[in-house]
């Protein structure tokens, strides 16, 4: 199977490039031994496109470390997947999207899950093709639809889940890629098929974050690709509350989400015109 040609499917293989880099560190956060399969032909180059931007050759570095971030959010979510699948009466875990996310393979999961993954048919069809030899740890839902469309939940309930029951919903690398009306929408519809009690996580910038002359190189190498960054929110507690959800926000380098591996200061946050990521968290109400 050829690679991923959309601008935002192509994404996913950075985030296995980035995965299986961090998987050959000597003091990496986690190890995914799947991600050298899924990185395609097209995950170096983005990768090393990043890394470029991110460590100029001549320059100090201006730019977040991607790298470092990556490894602090996968090894987050895959804290707090964990510690959600660990409660018995929580028995269903749907990503949205899942990219080439391969925690139904590298993690061990309690007996009483369902695992859902929701991406577009050609995303789910290559990660299907590069794992074809692998047995999920869990019981694994596909499910083959862009979330873009209207009745993605139609589908998802088809493959088995119960919108009646508690689950957990993980959207990783979603929030800034989609216009605001979209990511409202998209909570919106989360929120009507998750039972009171049901958690949610997902990261999220800040405005700050698409605006800031220092932000853009990183800003102008997805531009370029063609999946701009296009939404950041400074009150992502604010944001998901208006949905149903209490949450905390954390930034990287914070307690809890720091793992000995952040580079740079963390800013409090009332400092205004500085670049923030949120590792967002919390419950249905």
Same mark, same amino acid.
């Given at each position: 199977? +050829? ?21 050959? @560190? ?5 190890? %995914? ?17 990043? *890394?470029?931007? +991110? ?17 602090? @959010? +996968?090894?987050?979510?895959? %804290? ?21 996310? #391969? ?6 999961? /309690?007996?009483?899950?369902?695992? =859902? ?11 299907? %093709?590069?794992?074809? &030899?692998?047995?999920? $740890?869990?019981? &694994? ?25 508690? #689950? ?6 979603? !929030? ?16 009507? &098929?998750?039972?009171?009690?049901? *958690? ?12 800031? /002359? #220092?932000?853009?190189?990183?800003? %102008? ?17 604010? !944001? =998901? ?6 949450? $905390? ?17 963390? /800013? ?7 670049? *923030?990521?949120?590792?967002? &968290?919390? +419950? *249905?109400?």
């Amino acid at each position: 199977m +050829t690679d991923l040609t959309d601008a935002v499917e192509r994404t996913a293989l950075l985030t296995a490039a980035l995965r299986h880099a961090e998987s050959g @560190r000597p003091d990496r956060l986690y190890d %995914d031994p799947y991600a050298a399969a899924l990185v395609g032909d097209a995950g170096p180059a983005l990768l090393a496109e990043i *890394r470029e931007a +991110t460590y100029p050759a001549n320059a100090r570095r201006s730019l977040p470390s991607t790298p470092d971030y990556n490894a602090i @959010r +996968t090894r987050f979510f895959d %804290d707090y997947l964990q510690k959600c699948a660990a409660d018995p009466s929580m028995t269903q875990i749907v990503l949205a999207p899942s990219g080439m996310d #391969s925690r139904a393979y590298r993690l061990p999961w /309690p007996g009483h899950i369902r695992y =859902f993954e929701v991406d577009r048919p050609a995303v789910q069809r290559f990660k299907a %093709d590069r794992l074809r &030899h692998v047995q999920p $740890q869990v019981d &694994h839902r596909v499910i083959e639809v862009d979330l873009v469309v209207d009745d993605w939940e139609t589908e998802l309930v088809a493959a088995g889940y119960d919108p009646g029951l508690p #689950s957990t919903w993980l959207l990783e690398g979603l !929030l800034y890629y989609i216009p605001e009306r979209d990511v409202h929408r998209m909570l919106d519809r989360v929120a009507a &098929h998750c039972a009171p009690g049901s *958690r949610i996580a997902a990261d999220i910038v800040n405005e700050a974050a698409l605006t800031l /002359p #220092s932000m853009r190189g990183l800003l %102008d190498v997805f531009a370029g690709w063609g999946c701009p960054w296009v939404f950041g929110s400074d009150d992502p507690e604010a !944001l =998901f509350a208006g949905h149903g959800y209490d949450v $905390q926000a954390v930034q990287p380098g914070e307690e809890g989400a720091d793992y000995g591996r952040w580079p740079d200061p963390v /800013p409090p946050r009332d400092v205004r015109d500085v670049r *923030r990521v949120f590792l967002v &968290h919390g +419950t *249905r109400r």
